[in-house]
């Protein structure tokens, strides 16, 4: 804006809607002389020509002349009869501010107790203060628009998550973090991060003051796959090998599914009927019915009534005691129901004669 335009201005200070911003630049680059600069007491007022800090104004009430100021003599306006000073001025507040937020992706990192390759991510806040104001805008011109106070937390929130992803990572890599479980980590993460944060913002003259509600966490993808992982491994040492593991849950998934889909019936009956345990079954059922030890030979060595030896002749008594079905499996030695073709105990067929 002109100058013109500026002869009703009478005072220079933070406007109320601004007062919360780290940073406040003045719009107008032409300051009219004999105005009054009102610094607020957590304010500084730092005048910048051709990128240098040519004046700083502590709190309190400023007027702007040459001979009270004597740094702006060097950037009185000619054009306008010295009537005006060409300078940049920023407002920078150097309270604390709390509660700004930072996060985003960490890194792709291998989970040292899975070996899987999981990304990382990480949210949280920080406080943030001003301790050099002149180093802030000298530092930081051409890198964030200064007159954006959303850029400059912007920025500063990204060399916060920098500073997290070189201690989580670190850690991870070198002490062998496991990724499951890294909130039991936040109090050592965040005592990382502050001075790791602080090593990148000291040249630019702000600090992070604290760092609270810090969170490393997976994707949920990556969370279920080393979820699911750790439980398989958990179950393969206690059943001895993967192999037997995996043949334990596919038992019971068979049998649960077989007994869902007849109502509540027989889970081991549902696993025969698959294919899946019949050798189980067949042990089990051994070991549930022993074979008698007398009743078979008795059946099989039965004689003839003597009337019905004397009258038939021997080949007729041949062909019948061949065509007769044993009384016993033969596999587990169970009684047979007469006229069963299968064992009702092993599920064996029954021999028959050709």
Known sequence: MGLGHDISREFIAVPDGAKQQLLYKWPDRQIRRFTSAIVDVDELAIFISQGRVIGILQPGRHQIDASELPFLGDVADKLSGGNAYDSELFFVSTHEFPDLTFGGPVDSVRDPETRLIVQLRAYGDFALQVVDPA?????LTGTVDLADPAAVIGWAAEQ??????TVVVGHVVNDEWPVLGLAART???EAGTVPAANQALAGYGIRVTRLGNVTVSLSDEDTEQLRTLARDTAYTALTGSFG????????????KGMANGQGGGNEALGIASLGIGAGVLGAFASQAVPAPAVAAPAAATAPAPATATALAPPTATVATATATPAAFCSHCGHALVTGAL?????GSAVATAP
């Open 135 to 139: 180093a802030l805008i000298t530092k």
């Open 244 to 255: 037997t593991y995996a043949q334990g849950e596919a038992l019971l998934g068979a049998g």
């Open 342 to 346: 299968f064992c009702s105990a092993c």
């Open 187 to 189: 109090p050592d993460i």
């Open 160 to 165: 916060v998550l920098k500073a997290v992803r």
